[in-house]
């Protein structure tokens, strides 16, 4: 179970789990159950089944994230558009209100499912697997998960997809690794959104940009792209064919902080 | 602000261990939040005086243990302090660590009362385990 429930057991605080988990009791007749258990379990949990769907059908599953208006929604359209035709694709999109980004995704001809969060600044688990009810995943190769646009809250809520893909583009600032690190520590691959503006900006260094991804210990590939210039998509484009064939050549993907998780949890069990 | 869906999430959990325990309070919930689990604990601690109500840890107390960051370098091997927007290794400054403290977002213990006599007891005997 600690393979996919995404908790964050580490070398530093090892030692408190117990493998039964105890109950102690106090003078006073009250007790206290030690657990040790991920905050977000029954997210987690939700996130596995989730997951295993998306295994069992050989789905490559991906979570979008950036900021607001950093171009997810434009670099779909212009990845459906570029893609070899022969791969099936279909969007689930997140944004508090509104039907627009699914709108624009059908319009491609893709299938899209618009989930409206209300006040929620995230996607979770439950919602990714209500979504995932009105798509057909026997008929999919790969499903791009767009996240609410937000760099702090998505950061926490696994939803079960194999890798997760930041956006970061050349009109924010090269440091905002630095500023939402939590988020970008995650990322298993930045793009570099909007770099047709690098022309006309002066205060955008890619090469800053990887600098700050690799600070936080991150060496994820960081790729330079326009959604509005098509040959510059093709690195995005052949990562995308190599994530999914390495997947249908039976490689298990995990997002990084997982395979993390996993290394650890593999040490404790042995221990 | 998903301090309020993390909140909501736990009060589920330690529900569910307080029913299974055969207690009808909650009295303290211990959590251990590293700082790279990208949870602020004033605003955990904001929802979850919100949050509570109606549960069984209505008048429980929010405990967080706060734990520092620390990476081990894959190069040189050292373990050192780290802050969450620079990871690298302190001793020679290299980006290819392991995070070995930092990103916990974990319950720790949750203190019940409110039990039937020899309940806890019997619990400790027939509870599966739920360390994850």
């Known amino acids: 179970m600690c393979e996919t429930c995404g908790c964050t057991i580490t070398p530093g605080n090892k030692h408190l789990v117990s493998a039964t988990g105890t109950l102690r009791h ?16 029954e997210n987690n949990h939700q996130a596995a089944h989730n997951r295993d769907h998306f295994d069992r059908h050989d789905v490559l ?16 359209e212009a990845t459906i558009r570029a893609i070899s035709p022969g791969l ?4 689930i999109e997140g944004d508090l209100e509104t039907e627009n980004d699914a709108e624009r995704i059908r319009a491609e001809g893709v299938p899209a499912v618009q989930i409206t969060t209300g006040q929620a600044c995230h996607l979770d688990a439950h919602m990714v697997h209500d979504a995932l009810h009105e798509l057909k995943l026997d008929d999919l190769d790969i499903l791009f998960i767009e996240n609410v646009g937000n760099l702090v809250c998505p950061a926490s809520f696994d939803l079960g997809h194999h890798v997760n893909v930041a956006l970061l583009s050349v009109t924010e600032g090269d440091d905002k690794p630095a500023k939402y690190p939590v988020l970008f520590r995650t990322a298993d691959l930045v793009l570099l959104s909007k770099c047709d503006l690098l022309d006309v900006l002066d205060d955008f260094d890619p090469t800053a940009a990887v600098q700050h991804v690799r600070s936080l210990g991150n060496g994820a590939d960081v790729l330079p792209l326009s959604a509005r210039r098509a040959d510059t998509l093709r690195p995005w484009l052949t ?3 190599s994530t999914l064939a390495a997947m249908r050549a039976g490689e298990k993907l995990r997002p990084r902080m997982q395979t993390a ?3 650890l949890h593999g040490t404790e069990a042995t221990a | 602000m998903h301090e309020l869906a993390v909140c909501q999430e736990m009060l589920s959990l330690v529900s569910r261990i307080a029913a299974e325990r055969g207690a009808t309070r909650i009295d303290r919930i211990v959590v251990i939040i590293g700082p790279l689990s990208g949870v602020e604990i004033p605003l955990l601690q904001r929802a979850f005086s919100v949050a509570r109500a109606g549960t069984p840890a209505a008048n429980a107390a929010l405990e967080p243990e706060i734990c520092g960051v620390r990476v081990r370098c894959r190069k040189c091997g050292a373990t050192s302090g780290a802050s969450v927007s620079n ?7 290299n980006w290819r660590v392991d995070v070995q403290q930092g ?3 974990l319950l720790k213990t949750v ?8 309940a806890g007891q019997q619990a400790v005997a027939t509870q599966s385990p739920t360390v994850h």
């Open chain 1, 61 to 76: 599953a991906i979570n979008l994230m950036s900021s607001p208006g950093s171009g997810k929604t434009s670099l779909l």
């Open chain 2, 87 to 93: 990871l690298t290794c302190g001793r020679c400054g």
């Open chain 2, 103 to 105: 990103d916990e977002m």
């Open chain 1, 88 to 91: 099936r694709i279909a969007v």
């Open chain 2, 111 to 118: 203190e019940l009362s409110g039990m039937a006599d020899g």
């Open chain 1, 239 to 241: 990562w995308l064919e």
């Open chain 1, 261 to 263: 998780s996993l290394a």
């Open chain 1, 26 to 41: 106090t003078a006073d007749g009250k007790a206290t159950v030690d657990v040790l258990t991920g905050l977000l379990h």
